[in-house]
């Protein structure tokens, strides 16, 4: 999972996704899926759907 106070995925600001895949694929991990919770620091409606939508991803991805 990727917190963010900003709205990085997709774009070329987004620094973490690539490291992350690149380590893991380094010691053998190929199979890995990235859920966000972006834009936390741009207002509590914001932060909040943010934090529910990465909940609903983590269900789906564990169900």
Do not use: P, W
């Amino acid at each position: 999972m990727a917190a963010r106070g900003g709205q990085y995925s997709g774009t070329e600001y987004d620094t973490q996704t690539d490291l992350v895949r690149h380590f893991l694929g380094f010691i053998g991990i190929q199979d890995v899926e990235f859920v966000y919770a972006e834009g936390l620091n741009m207002g509590d409606d914001i932060k909040s759907q943010a934090i529910n939508d990465a909940v609903e991803a983590i269900d789906n991805l564990v169900a």
